[in-house]
């Protein structure tokens, strides 16, 4: 009854079929989910790659990409993320399963950009969220036959059906933790501001006053290094404060939450939750275009930590002044000699030089890669 109700007459099929599904809907994390949705298509189609394109608020273009089957070599050198046009756009335009013999045969194909490995057969179909389209399943290159049939795409769909509901609970999951939270993040945030920050700042005042009684200046400069530690120490927990009261009250509009979203989001690929420190007047002074390219190199710096640094802190800075600057410092690998600039840091590079600033790379001593990203203001 079953296998007839969702189009599915092969047992094996449909064995593969379920245990996708189970596998999808293991996990609450909605990336590990996109992942495993991606991946678990390819197997059930037998397709060589495979993708997930999530749709951005407009429900016209692509946010995300996720794929499956290239290296992140490939990645690196096919460039930027699609956005959705040509064969995609026609996917998001027309929410309904699409299949194709040739790619480059389909009269609405917008080509392949340098470096992309070569695909003909394509099978797409939506993703559908509490009746709202959120994105697309993108799979192709059947690797037994020529193109996909007509069992792959019932398959698919019917994969697409479970993604549905997986990524539906995995977000209600995350909207439920976020609400659990913030009572105690509001809690915390006030006794940050209201107890622990004051006691740091009036030790630093009483510092400051022993620093002119000292007469070793070798005493002294170490005085007046603990003071420096300690005033870093306050801009790192007020940005904490602003991240607990943002996340408490749903603010994301201004420059520094829009910074702070960023930096959230790479939490998964990093495995570990980036620090992050501002100075000056961020929401002041940062507007577009200023704004836009330096979230957009801030998201590519951050990604190639995850994909090359194999690293376990990741420290980013925001200087506001006559310059915006970017820090960007992790203890990973370092940079190898001789190594080849990619594309990414060929755009975040461009981007800079378009707003009068520079990206530069150097390594400090105690290892990793620091990476400078500047712009006017």
Sequence with gaps: ???????????????????????????????????????????????????????????????????????????????????????????????????????????????????????????????????????????????????????????????????????????????VRELTLTEDRSRIARDLHDEVIQRIFAVGLSMQSMVRQIDSDQLRGRMQDAIDELDETIKQIRTTIFALSMASNGQRSSARAKILTVISDATASLGFEPHATFSGPIDAIVEEPVLSNLLAVLREALSNVARHADASVVRATISAGERLILVVEDNGNGLEPGSTLGLGILNMRERGRQLGGELTFSTPETGGTKLTWTAEL
């Design 1 to 175: 009854m079953l296998m007839d109700t969702i189009g599915i007459r092969d047992p094996e099929k449909l064995k593969e079929l379920l245990t996708a599904v189970l596998l999808i809907e293991s996990d609450l994390s909605l990336p590990v989910v996109l992942k495993r949705v991606v991946k678990a298509g390819c197997t059930l189609a037998d397709a060589r790659y495979g993708a997930l394109g999530v749709l951005d608020a407009s429900g016209e273009s692509l946010a995300e990409f996720i794929t499956e089957g290239l290296t992140e070599a490939q990645i690196d050198e096919i460039g930027p993320a699609p956005t959705g046009k040509g064969l995609l756009g026609k996917l998001i335009n027309d929410a309904k399963p699409l299949r194709v013999s040739d790619i480059g045969q389909y009269e609405g194909s917008a080509g392949f950009p340098p470096n992309h490995p070569s695909m003909s057969s394509f099978l797409g179909v939506p993703i559908t969220v509490a009746g709202v389209v959120f994105g697309n399943i993108y799979l192709t290159e059947k690797l037994s036959e020529a193109e996909f049939t007509d069992d792959d795409e019932q398959v698919v769909i019917a994969l697409a059906s479970a993604a549905g509901i997986a990524i539906e609970n995995a977000r209600l999951h995350a909207r």
